[in-house]
């Protein structure tokens, strides 16, 4: 299994959207609608920001949105702040109680 | 309040064995599936596997199977990932984390790093 594909970094300015992809095959992120997506700071655990492709955990700033089409899910983070920047990191469930993570995206905020 | 809490960092030689736990506290640890991820310095996270302690169902990720051992102790709410012979490779931040539904992690523990250097 190999991890999902995602751009190594994105960037955007304050205030304005970024969309993070996440690319994966027919066996996971095509055939699981069980994509997730967390947020990691430097030296911190990762926090759970969508699950199930578009749901928000309660707490998690509605600025936050989840999609899918196919084998790719997206990330899209509106209203940017500088406390965005981080790691973001999209997972998607593979059968047989596997979870497969993508490579990462840093997420810059100019 | 949900909690996992892990033990402290590990500095191993090459061939040693090594044993790290996560304790939960705040919800059912029984009745929660339970995972451990790997992330090798500076880079991303690796899925490992998983157990269910109410029975210790566990599953591993192909890449993981066979090199290490994930066990639970229902009575205490603990789960623990073992090594038996460490590799310079080991070195890394673990997480242990608590699955919800199929594919989401709503919980992680603090993150136990393991330093395995001569």
């Known amino acids: 299994q190999s991890a999902l594909t995602q751009p190594r970094s994105v960037s955007g300015s304050p205030g304005q959207s970024v969309t993070i992809s996440c690319t994966g095959t027919s066996s996971d992120v095509g055939n699981y609608d069980y994509v997730s997506w967390y947020q990691q700071h430097p030296g911190k655990a990762p926090k759970l920001m969508i699950y199930d492709v578009n749901k928000r955990p309660s707490g998690v700033p509605d600025r936050f949105s989840g999609s899918k089409s196919g084998s790719t899910a997206s990330l899209t983070i509106s209203g940017l702040q500088a406390e965005d920047e981080a790691d973001y990191f999209c997972?998607?469930?593979?059968?047989?109680?596997?979870?497969?993570f993508g490579g990462g995206t840093t997420l810059t905020v100019l | 309040e949900v909690q996992l809490v892990q033990s402290g960092a590990e500095v191993k030689k090459p061939g040693e064995s090594l044993k790290i736990s996560c304790k939960g506290s705040g919800f059912s640890f029984s009745l929660y599936w339970i995972g451990w991820v790997r992330q090798m310095p500076g880079k991303g996270l690796e899925w490992m596997g998983i157990i269910y302690p109410g029975d210790s169902d566990t599953r591993y990720s192909p890449s993981f199977q066979g090199q290490v051992t994930i066990s639970a102790d229902k009575s205490i709410s603990a789960t623990y990932l073992q090594w038996t012979s460490l590799r310079a490779s080991d070195t890394a931040m673990y997480y242990c984390a608590r699955r919800t539904g199929w594919g989401a992690i709503d919980y992680w523990g603090q993150g136990t790093l393991v330093t395995v250097s001569s």
């Open positions: 997972c998607s469930y593979a059968g047989s109680y596997t979870l497969i």
